[in-house]
Antibody, heavy 120, light 107 residues
Framework: QVQLQESGPGLVKPSETLSLTCTVS??????????WSWIRQPPGKGLEWIGH???????NYNPSLKSRVTISVDASKNQLSLKLTSVTAADTAVYYC????????????WGQGTLVTVSS | DIQMTQSPSSVSASVGDRVTITCRAS??????LAWYQQKPGKAPKLLIY???SLLSGVPSRFSGSGSGTDFTLTITSLQPEDFATYYC?????????FGGGTKVEIK
């Protein structure tokens, strides 16, 4: 059973960099069958796809965030990471990592999510 | 970006009712549509992919239909555990985008 677990600071100051890690178990980030994504959800609002990474290191980002986002993968640790620079209160959200699988390009496995609050 | 519009935004229903949720895409997405269920404080859970394919383990009272721009999620005989928020998501083009959600509440 594939499991994903997000970790990182729950509080980030405005203008600083948000950094999160997602540890994958029961599956490999090196598998060529999947894309590994970050998705966020502001409190009480809908879902926004941030971007994804393929095992080769190839990435795609949401154009709305592209200038501030970096997603990377560490195959030796079976982890993916998210960095979001110059954060503001608008970046306050629950951040999820998720696997985009072969099931119609949908997100079939999700982490439990981690709340990141941007505040001084 | 492709805009996904769900309706209604909320619906009140009773156990045993049939519930239908609609999702409309701003342009054609073939059958590249998924449906998710989200309960408070939990991650979304995939129910249906490719518009009408039920994920293994998901109860058969859930069904999806549609193609192009108009899609439907139907829950026949609503159960207590089905009270949640439902999201559609297009997977036709980047960036993937989600509908605004439909909250299914207890009448």
């Amino acid at each position: 059973q594939v499991q994903l677990q997000e970790s990182g600071p729950g509080l980030v100051k405005p203008s600083e960099t948000l950094s999160l890690t997602c540890t994958v178990s029961g599956g490999s980030v090196s598998s060529g069958d999947y894309y590994w994504s970050w998705i966020r959800q502001p409190p009480g609002k809908g879902l926004e796809w941030i971007g994804h990474i393929y095992y080769s290191g190839s990435t795609n980002y949401n154009p709305s965030l592209k200038s501030r986002v970096t997603i990377s993968v560490d195959a030796s640790k079976n982890q993916l990471s998210l960095k979001l620079t110059s954060v503001t209160a608008a970046d306050t959200a629950v951040y999820y990592c998720a696997r985009r699988g072969g099931s119609g390009r949908s997100f079939d496995y999700w982490g439990q999510g981690t709340l990141v609050t941007v505040s001084s | 970006d492709i805009q996904m519009t769900q309706s209604p935004s909320s619906v009140s229903a009773s156990v045993g009712d049939r519930v239908t949720i609609t999702c409309r895409a701003s342009q054609g997405i073939s059958s590249w549509l998924a449906w998710y269920q989200q309960k408070p404080g939990k991650a979304p859970k995939l129910l249906i992919y490719a518009a009408s394919s039920l994920l293994s383990g998901v109860p058969s009272r859930f069904s999806g239909s549609g193609s192009g721009t108009d899609f439907t999620l139907t829950i026949t005989s609503l159960q207590p555990e089905d009270f949640a928020t439902y999201y559609c998501q297009q997977a036709n083009s980047f960036p993937p985008t989600f509908g605004g959600g439909t909250k299914v509440e207890i009448k």
